[in-house]
C-alpha cells in the first residue's frame, strides 16, 4: 500500500510511472499491431473474441512475469559462453557478446520468429498465387481459431518478456509496474477494434505493420547478441513511417473523392 501511495505522491516515483506508461503502452501497441493483424485473417465473426483473448493472455502473462521478479532477473545471468573474442570498438568493448543468457536467448528465438512469420506473410501478399491473402477484404479464413491463438500466445510471451524488463530497468517500485503494466493493456483494450477495422479498411497499412515487425524482430536479435539499438531511435523511424503512410491515405481518399466529384 506504501508503494501504491508513493507511486502517486513522489515526484521521482510519479515521473518514472509517466516514463514507464509511455513506454508500455508503445510496446503494447506492437503486440496489438500483430494480434490485429492475426485476427483480420479469421472469420468476421471470430475476430472480436480472439482479439479479447489475445489482450487477457497479454495482461496474464505480464502480471505473473511481475509475480516472479525475482527469476526474471535471474534470467539475465550468463548461461554458457562462446569463449570468442569479438571485434573491440574504439573504447576497446566488444562490439558484441559471447555470454549468453535466457533473457538473450529468448530474445534472439523470439526475433527469428517474429522475421519469420513477418516474411512469410509478406510473401503471401506479393505471390500473385496465394489464396489467404490477408489482404483480401472477402472475410475467407485462412487460418484456424486455435492456430491464430497459438501465434498469438507466442508474440505475447516475447512481448510481455520485454515489456516486464524494460520495467524492471526503469523502476524497483512493483506498485508502478504493475499499475503501467494494466494501463498499457487496458489501451490495448480500447484500441483493438478499432485498429483491427483501421487495417481491414487501409491494407496497405498491413505491409507497413510487417515491416515494423520484421525491424523489430532484428532489433530483439541485436538485442540478444549484446548490440543494444537505443529504443527512441526505432520509435523515432516508426513514427515517421506511419506519418508518411497517414499521408497517402489522405492522399489517395482525396484522388477517390475528385473522381467521384
Known sequence: MDSLITAFTDPAALA???ALVVMEVVLGIDNLVFISIL???????QRPKARRIGIGL????RLVLLSMIAWIVGLTQP???LGLNGPIDSHGAPTFETQFSWRDMILIAGG????????????HNVDPTGSDDILDKRGVASISFGAAIVQIILLDMIFSLDSILTAVGMTDNLAIMVIAVVVAVTVMLLAADPLANFIARNPTVVMLALG??????????ADGFGVHVPKGYIYA?????TLVEVLNIFARRAKMRKGQG
Open 112 to 123: 527469428l520468429f517474429l522475421i519469420w512469420k513477418a516474411t512469410k506473410e509478406i510473401h
Open 212 to 221: 515494423f515487425l520484421l525491424m523489430i524482430g532484428a532489433v530483439l536479435i
Open 79 to 81: 548461461v554458457f559462453d
Open 16 to 18: 518514472a510511472l509517466i
Open 39 to 45: 485476427t483480420n485473417k479469421l472469420p468476421e465473426a
Open 237 to 241: 523511424a516508426m513514427a515517421f513511417s
Open 58 to 61: 497479454a495482461l496474464g502473462m
